[in-house]
């Protein structure tokens, strides 16, 4: 049974900066892509990054890219999202999940396991 848990949100002031974590425990088979995703109040939920596992493949959304970055740390069955240059409009609950073999920001019913989500707020 794998669970995933999400930590590193907060309040953070415009500009500034997070590093989201996303752990993994238990064993599932035929898994290989973490995505990160976020749905602001109002908002539908939005693909942000994803990251292969398998080869390293990444990819991100308009919306961040140039700001936010995905790593992996596979001894500590870990995934993070660094992000910088925050702003407002990235106020969002930030949930990881855990997909089979295709990175896609898109399609979000081929994930298959979900976090619980983590709040980051950017205000002033």
């Known amino acids: 049974q794998l669970q995933l848990v999400e930590s590193g949100g907060g309040l953070v002031q415009p500009g500034g900066s997070l590093r989201l974590s996303c752990v993994a425990s238990g064993n599932i088979l035929d898994h290989y892509v973490i995505g990160w995703f976020r749905q602001a109040p109002g908002k539908e939920r939005e693909g942000i990054s994803c990251?292969?596992?398998?080869?390293?493949?990444?990819y991100y959304a308009d919306s961040i890219k140039g700001r936010f970055t995905i790593s992996g740390d596979n001894a500590k069955n870990t995934v993070y999202l660094q992000m910088n240059s925050l702003k407002t409009e990235d106020t969002a609950v930030y949930s990881c999940?855990?997909?089979?073999?295709?990175?896609?920001?898109?399609?979000?019913?081929?994930?298959?396991?979900w976090g619980q989500g983590t709040q980051v707020t950017v205000s002033s």
């Open positions: 999940a855990v997909g089979r073999d295709v990175c896609s920001l898109r399609r979000h019913d081929w994930y298959d396991y």
């Open positions: 990251i292969r596992v398998s080869d390293g493949r990444s």
